[in-house]
């Protein structure tokens, strides 16, 4: 497993990896936003916590089908089935490698990207912690779908119509929290919601994309 | 090592080939013969358990068994060397040194897989096989894009390193290798299309 996510991270980062995508893509919706909505630091600041969520969502979601395509189409992924390594271990390290180089940065540029939003500081702390505990959510969802449409030639729109709905409890629950916590209320119940759905996730959902993959492979 | 009875294997729902059986011995290599789209592939995806037989029962030790396919699963953004090692880390094993001289690769070591040519991809890719050190090897079309100096590199691997210790192959191929195999028709057990199409699998 340490293996495989090894190679998964030299892979991102070396030409081609994609490695800096999800990253650039939230940098650019967050600059624009403040363009398309005008000046207004009131209305900024207010729907800051749901752009940033919703941002790093999106991104989390476009490099979705790189996870499992390129290793089917070079026969990795076959090779990988027959290997000494369950599919449920390749299931976990693929969605570590997808959070490590996306969940990761968005967590820590988030913040800082708050400032264009006039995101106060205190929410800004909430935005951090949020997207902490859910983006490992995000990954192990999207390498789930990422099993279910392996094979699929440009199966990239059939991925996105199949994880969004599942991203929904993540969203609102993290955006909920957030908002909260920039209003001063107790963000807690939140909080526990997103930990809950993240642990579920985490726990269950590799499982579910090794049946899968081993379907896709027949 | 290697022990086959009654197989049947299935493409797309549609069983094609039936009743095969045979052995291979520690040592022996079996060559698989037969038409394009006769389940040549099907049956080494099937042997390696990548897909679930319809009917009959395989044999081989546990964890001994690897496939290689068309495919060389190669990362052209890493280097040869990082390719094998990466293999080597998932099967726990090393990579040997005098692997690099085996497939004629030395001088490849640190270039990166992407600029490599096809017939060098893949002799990178059969070296995947002398890294995993596995007993009982499921190859299909393995001297695709090689040449006959290239072949001989590989047919003298299979020879000194794999089957004389112990090791068993089962190679589908349409030239000739040279080796001391036995040869397998799959003319006679394959089944005609129309009459055992099961239409609940193929619509699944």
Same mark, same amino acid.
Do not use: C
């Given at each position: ?12 980062? @070396?030409?081609?990896?994609? /490695? ?10 967050? &600059?624009?936003?403040?363009?398309? +909505? ?38 990795? *992924? ?6 000494? +390594? ?5 299931? +976990? ?16 540029? !988030?913040?800082?990207l708050g400032i264009l939003l ?7 702390? /909430? ?6 505990? =859910?983006?490992? $959510? ?11 449409? &392996?094979?699929? #030639? @440009? ?7 199949? &994880? ?15 908002? %909260? ?13 997103l930990a809950g759905i993240t642990?579920?996730?985490?726990? *269950? ?8 993959? %081993?379907?896709?492979?027949? | ?12 729902? $549609? ?8 052995? +291979? ?51 052209? !953004?890493?280097?040869? @060397? ?9 099967? =726990? ?5 005098s692997l690099w001289d085996q ?7 640190? #270039?990166?897989?992407?600029? *490599?040519?096809?017939?060098?991809? %893949? ?15 499921? *190859? ?7 040449? =006959? ?9 299979? #020879? ?20 001391? !195999? $036995? ?6 057990? !394959?089944?005609? @299309?129309?009459?055992? %199409? ?7």
């Amino acid at each position: 497993m340490i293996a495989l996510l090894r190679r998964d991270l030299m892979l991102a980062t @070396r030409a081609g990896g994609g /490695f800096g995508l999800g990253l650039v893509f939230f940098l650019i919706v967050i &600059v624009l936003i403040p363009f398309g +909505v005008g000046p207004e630091t009131a209305v900024l600041s207010r729907i800051a916590p749901g752009v940033l969520w919703v941002a790093a969502l999106l991104a989390a979601l476009l490099s979705l089908d790189r996870i499992f395509a390129l290793d089917h189409e070079d026969g990795t *992924l076959t090779l990988l089935a027959t290997a000494p +390594v369950p599919l449920e271990t390749v299931a +976990v390290a693929k969605s570590a490698a997808h959070w490590i180089t996306t969940g990761v940065p968005l967590t820590i540029a !988030a913040p800082v990207l708050g400032i264009l939003l006039q995101l106060d500081p205190d929410a800004a702390v /909430f935005v951090a912690l949020t997207l902490l505990i =859910g983006t490992p $959510a995000l990954s192990v969802i999207g390498t789930f779908g990422a099993a279910l449409t &392996v094979g699929v #030639r @440009r199966g990239g729109l059939l991925l996105s119509l199949l &994880v969004l709905p599942l991203y929904v409890p993540t969203l609102i629950f993290g955006a909920e929290a957030v908002r %909260r916590g920039a209003d001063g209320v107790a963000a807690t119940t939140p909080l526990l919601m997103l930990a809950g759905i993240t642990a579920g996730a985490v726990a *269950l959902l590799p499982f579910a994309t090794a049946a899968v993959l %081993r379907i896709n492979l027949r | 090592m290697l022990g086959v009875r009654n197989l049947s294997v299935a493409r797309g729902g $549609a069983t094609v080939l039936s009743g095969l059986s045979f052995d +291979v011995a520690a040592g022996q290599a079996l060559i698989l013969r037969g038409a394009n789209g006769i389940g040549k592939t099907t049956l080494l995806r099937t042997l390696a358990g990548l897909q679930e037989p319809t009917a009959g029962d395989i044999m081989y030790p546990d964890d001994e068994g690897a496939y290689a396919s068309h495919a060389d699963a190669i990362k052209s !953004a890493l280097t040869v @060397r990082e390719n094998l090692q990466f293999w080597a880390d998932v099967y =726990g094993t090393s990579v040997p040194d005098s692997l690099w001289d085996q497939f004629d690769i030395a001088d490849l070591r640190d #270039r990166f897989a992407g600029t *490599l040519s096809a017939g060098q991809k %893949r002799r990178l890719g059969l070296a995947r096989l002398g890294v995993i050190k596995r007993k009982v090897l499921f *190859l299909d079309e393995p001297t695709v894009s090689l040449d =006959g100096f290239s072949v001989r590199l590989f047919v003298d691997f299979l #020879r000194q390193q794999h089957l004389s210790a112990g090791g068993v192959a089962v190679i589908a191929t349409h030239i000739d290798l040279e080796l001391d !195999a $036995a040869t397998l028709e799959l003319g006679p057990f !394959a089944v005609s @299309r129309h009459d055992t %199409r099961d239409e609940d699998e193929a619509f699944l």
